[in-house]
Nanobody
Framework: QVQLVESGGGLVQAGGSSRLSCKAS????????MGWFRQAPGKEREFVST????????MYADSVKGRFTISRDNANKMMYLQMNSLKSEDTAVYYC???????????????WGQGTQVTVSS
């Protein structure tokens, strides 16, 4: 069964850190570029970061650049998002997703996790 499962997040104080994980199963993980997206209440889903299949290339939304770091472990089919200096505006449901194209567009992503809530308290 092909699936992506996120974990981590929860309630974090502003200025704090948190790490999200995404576990993939049922697919050749290294063949896929992976991404993180987020959706805040009342807002559209937005791009956060993406990483190429090899891990050599990464992209970030301007809003998280310098604060978030994406990484992956192909041997264990895991992807991570290290989030530092968290702000209240980072509060959202965070989704991991898989794509055959390295893209910031959610339309290019074929597989999605169920999401994990991150709440930043100020």
């Amino acid at each position: 069964q092909v699936q992506l499962v996120e974990s981590g997040g929860g309630l974090v104080q502003a200025g704090g850190s948190s790490r999200l994980s995404c576990k993939a199963s049922g697919l050749i993980f290294s063949n896929y570029h992976m991404g993180w997206f987020r959706q805040a209440p009342g807002k559209e889903r937005e791009f956060v970061s993406t990483i190429s299949g090899s891990g050599a290339l990464t992209m970030y939304a301007d809003s998280v650049k310098g604060r978030f770091t994406i990484s992956r472990d192909n041997a264990n089919k895991m992807m991570y998002l290290q989030m530092n200096s968290l702000k209240s505006e980072d509060t959202a449901v965070y989704y991991c997703a898989a794509s055959l194209q390295l893209s910031s567009s959610s339309a290019k992503y074929l597989l999605w996790g169920q999401g994990t809530q991150v709440t930043v308290s100020s």
